[in-house]
């Protein structure tokens, strides 16, 4: 096992707190206001990760924080003679069938080229046909008549790979999908072009932490919040008033740039697919030698 010593672990954790409290500091003092913002509230609600558990840096499996003891860390770790280590033995068996699929889906992405022309539409067909007060941000306005939302969605159509995204299409935009989404298809349909799967780098991130350095879980939520806003700013509704320009992909200069910004965010996921890739690739490693010691009686 690494050993980290006391002072560079400190340091670390030090560090990854301050660098999140700057990125979340202001949706956690929206929420204490009680204020809903329809950018910033998405990492949270969609994605279930609190802030605390966020804010909490972790070393990842197999390295030994030196002076620390287990209880002072919280749950999921045991003391050594060098400090204190997450308890493998306990944690991965309970992951591993997690591990496995995020790995599988992971390497399929990583494997398909980008697809650039989806525009952003997904949100477009979230509102198709659906009456003012069912829209799910009803607070914000739409930048378009209604009608005009409906007939872009017509004429252009939507090609949609994600299939958390495609399901909270309203019923009559989904035969105007392209593509037919699933649960069992994804990790045949996602690709590293769609903003969604890069933003799902965090959620995946999330479900392997603590077993995944701090680092890389910071790492993947700092670029879900930059596509997030992205995704909002191509979006139907009208946030200038949050300070958000919006992406006018109604028009071929909006088409542009956001396929400018995917092209974009697919270069900045593409290292931080293969950070976790490589993760889960260590962790299956690892759970095999927890069970070749288990059978052992070591």
């Known amino acids: 096992m690494d050993v980290l010593d006391e002072q560079e672990w400190r340091s670390r954790a030090a560090a990854h707190r301050a660098r999140l409290e700057a990125l979340i500091g202001g949706y956690l003092a929206l929420r204490r206001e009680g204020r809903a913002h329809p950018v910033e509230d998405f990492l949270f609600t969609y994605y279930g990760h609190r802030p605390s558990r966020l804010l909490t840096w972790h070393p990842g499996a197999g390295v030994v924080l030196a002076g620390a003891r287990a209880g002072e860390l919280g749950p999921g770790y045991a003391d050594t003679p060098e400090g204190a280590v997450l308890d493998a033995a306990e944690l991965l068996p309970r992951r591993l069938a997690a591990v496995r699929w995020i790995r599988d889906l992971l390497a399929a992405i990583s494997a398909r080229p980008a697809h650039l022309g989806c525009f952003g539409l997904h949100e477009w067909a979230m509102v198709y046909r659906l009456d003012p007060a069912e829209v799910r941000h009803a607070s914000w306005?739409?930048?378009?008549?209604?009608?005009d939302v409906a007939a872009l969605l017509e004429q252009r159509g939507v090609r949609c790979s994600h299939f958390d995204a495609f399901r909270f299409f309203t019923e009559p935009a989904r035969p105007l999908n392209v593509l037919s989404p699933s649960r069992e298809n994804r990790g045949e349909l996602e690709q590293p072009g769609c903003l969604h799967?890069?933003?799902d780098l965090y959620k995946w991130a999330c479900?392997?932490?603590p077993l995944v350095p701090g680092e890389l879980v910071a790492?993947?939520?700092?670029l879900a919040r930059r596509i997030r806003a992205v995704d909002m700013r191509a979006s139907p509704y009208d946030l200038s008033a949050l300070g958000y320009e919006p992406i006018r992909v109604e028009t071929p200069e909006g088409r542009a740039e956001y396929a400018a910004h995917q092209r974009g965010f697919t270069e900045d996921a593409a290292p931080l697919r293969a950070r976790l890739l490589a993760a889960c690739d260590s962790l299956l490693a690892r759970a095999g030698r927890v069970g070749q010691d288990a059978a052992a009686g070591r």
């Open 141 to 147: 306005p739409l930048r378009l008549p209604p009608e």
């Open 197 to 199: 799967a890069n933003m």
């Open 207 to 209: 479900k392997l932490s």
């Open 219 to 222: 790492d993947c939520f700092a």
